[in-house]
């Protein structure tokens, strides 16, 4: 599996869980601060678009994923 492919299956994770902890009407609803972790994670993939500078990607290069083209895994 590619970096960018664990990446986007990561921010998508993210994107489902904090909503679904921060909307009223889920079933698993913590708190509305978590619609913020949303709007974090969606923030870092507009400014990853625009710059290329990916945090994840750092952290999985490391860890010895390989690189599969893209705007984030490149």
Do not use: D, H
């Not at 970096?3 to 913590?30: D, H, K, T, Y």
């Not at 913020?36 to 870092?44: D, P, R």
């Not at 290069?61 to 895994?73: A, D, E, I, M």
Request: charged share 10%.
């Amino acid at each position: 599996m590619t970096i960018e492919r664990i990446i986007r299956i990561m921010a998508g994770f993210f994107v489902m869980l904090s909503l679904a902890l921060g909307w009223q009407g889920s079933p698993v609803f913590v708190s509305e601060w978590f619609l913020a972790f949303t709007a974090f994670v969606g923030f870092n993939l507009f400014q990853s678009g625009f710059t290329g500078f990916c945090p994840p990607e750092k952290l999985l290069t490391r860890l010895g994923f390989k690189s599969g083209g893209g705007s984030c895994g490149s």
